[in-house]
């Protein structure tokens, strides 16, 4: 066990998150967990990051390790996992924002949850630096420590680009495209300037991974949906171009599944610009290199999804990592030549044993993630055991079973198997799968309720702009002038 090291006192107050009262009124989570443990003490593991791959592998540590054998601590800047592969669904309004989140201490009783960023791991001294919600950091001191920070949207150094549009990673980005659509709608049927309602009726979405084609197809089907009730609109179209650099899409699945796919949208009426990236995006305009270089695109709204980066914290380890920068993983899930270090997910290079090809590494998707988290649990249980307890680790090997992807109301594609679907068996496939694969009971409740009003009802389409502004009421009755005391 590695010796104690002189950690900074945490302030003993209760105010921020993430300092939870251990005993009330004398320790403190933060300043306990700055501590080596003991000898005498169960090894301690650090798991980074509460998403696919780190909700999982926690679930099941703290299902297989009762308290006296390892102590547990999260540490996720968030309250909550969120499961995006419904991030479209929310974006589209079938589903409600809250409904694909999952709150982390309750699921989580046996964790010590710290609500803070990692922005340091020094583990040659088995040491993460942590900041809490109150800009304070503090060292944490663990034996095993589990990274899965996730990635963060690759972005381009494009003019006007990060000014004027928007990713498709978080919920806040899935909820303001939502009401996005619906206000742009509305300002194309407000006005008489044709110039203008085209700039609102035109959507441009970079990227055709998974994020970039499942918003297009479930926004587009949204909009086409939701024009149909602003009457000044009767005549209109609206306009979705998805631009991807290279000559296909989805490349996480099958070229065949993403021919089919681009079929499916190109019947619905949008179109699909391959061999295309973005030269700029000022002032409104999109300019392209490539295939369509000289096309100008006037659009209000600009979505990002061309691409992901391991997560920038990584930068500030002492971990081994690839040339893009993500972690190196063994089949264990453990970190190449590290021992106590342990990855997977989306910012892990993980071999992929199921494929023949030299190098070949697991795609970053939910799918491996998820399995990969269970398979790390039990890897990192087995260590903490010892062969003669528990048996030796196995190695992750998960075989693509297929992909399922919602393209809207009644709609969707699938590869199962080699078996490709498409339409309502599809879209009934995508949902099944992704209610099976949420991660708690009352999650599931919620989605299947969204899901039944959303079969019964018309489309809610109120567009919720004032969630972006909650401060213009109050400063709007601030500078009115103050009523007369005078009365009649
Ligand atoms: C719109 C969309 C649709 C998708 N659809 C599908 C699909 O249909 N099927 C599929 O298989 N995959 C899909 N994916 C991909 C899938 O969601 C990812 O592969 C998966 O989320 C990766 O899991 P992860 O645990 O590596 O990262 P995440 O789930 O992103 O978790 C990372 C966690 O780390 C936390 N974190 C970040 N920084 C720090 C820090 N410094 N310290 C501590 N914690 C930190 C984050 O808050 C987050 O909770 C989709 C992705 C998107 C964006």
Not at 89 to 104: F, N, S, W
Not at 166 to 184: D, K, S, W, Y
Not at 291 to 304: I, P
Request: hydrophobic share 40%; net charge positive.
């Amino acid at each position: 066990m590695p010796a104690a090291t002189g950690a900074p006192p945490a302030a003993p107050s209760r105010a921020g998150a993430g300092i939870t009262a251990d005993k009330p009124g004398k320790r403190y989570l933060v300043r306990k967990l700055a501590a080596r443990p003991g000898t005498d003490h169960p090894p301690r593991i650090l798991v980074i990051g509460g998403g696919h791959l780190g909700l999982y592998a926690a679930q099941r540590l703290q299902q297989r390790l009762p308290p006296g054998e390892a102590e547990l601590i999260l540490a996720e800047p968030l309250t909550h996992m969120t499961y995006q592969p419904l991030l479209p669904e929310v974006a589209a309004g079938t589903v409600e924002p809250r409904h694909v989140t999952v709150p982390v201490r309750p699921a989580l009783p046996r964790f010590h949850v710290v609500t803070a960023e990692v922005v340091e791991l020094r583990h040659a001294d088995r040491t993460a630096r942590v900041r809490l919600i109150d800009g304070s950091e503090r060292d944490l001191a663990y034996d095993h420590v589990v990274v899965g920070p996730g990635t963060v949207s690759r972005t381009a150094p494009v003019p006007g680009l990060a000014e004027l549009a928007v990713g498709f990673e978080t919920l806040g980005e899935a909820v303001f495209l939502r009401n996005r659509v619906i206000i742009q709608l509305a300002l194309a049927a407000s006005t008489s300037d044709p110039a203008v309602r085209r700039r609102a009726l035109t959507f441009v979405v970079f990227g055709a991974g998974y994020a970039g084609v499942e918003a297009v197809g479930e926004l587009s089907d949204r909009s086409m949906d939701a024009i149909k009730t602003f009457a000044e609109l009767r005549h209109e179209k609206v306009r979705w171009i998805l631009v991807e650099p290279t000559d296909r899409i989805l490349p996480e699945v099958s070229p065949a599944l993403g021919e089919y796919t681009a079929n499916v949208l190109r019947a619905r009426g949008v179109e699909i610009w391959l061999e295309t990236s973005i030269a700029s995006c000022v002032g409104g305009r999109v300019r392209f290199h490539g295939r369509h270089a000289g096309d100008v695109v006037e659009a209000n709204t600009k979505v990002w999804t061309a691409g992901i980066r391991p997560h920038p914290m990584l930068d500030h380890t002492d971990l081994p990592r690839d040339p893009e920068g993500r972690v190196l993983a063994d089949a264990y899930l453990r970190v190449r030549g590290t021992p106590g270090a342990w990855t997977g997910g989306d910012c892990a290079a993980v071999p992929d044993l199921t494929c023949d090809e030299p190098g070949a590494l697991c795609a970053p998707t939910a799918q491996h993630a998820i399995r990969q988290g269970r398979r790390l649990a039990d890897n990192l249980v087995a260590d903490v055991r010892g062969p003669q307890r528990n048996g030796p680790p196995k190695p992750y090997r998960h075989r693509y079973a297929g992909s399922v992807m919602g393209m809207g109301r009644m709609q969707g594609v699938a590869e199962v198997y080699g078996v490709r679907l498409s339409g309502t068996p599809a879209w009934l496939l995508h949902r099944v799968y992704h209610w099976l694969m949420l991660p708690s009971g009352a999650g599931k409740a919620r989605v299947l309720t969204d899901w039944i009003f959303d079969a019964l009802f018309s489309r809610d389409i109120s567009a919720l702009a004032e969630l972006q502004e909650p401060h213009k009421p109050l400063q709007t009755a601030a500078r009115a002038p103050a009523p007369s005391t005078q009365t009649a």
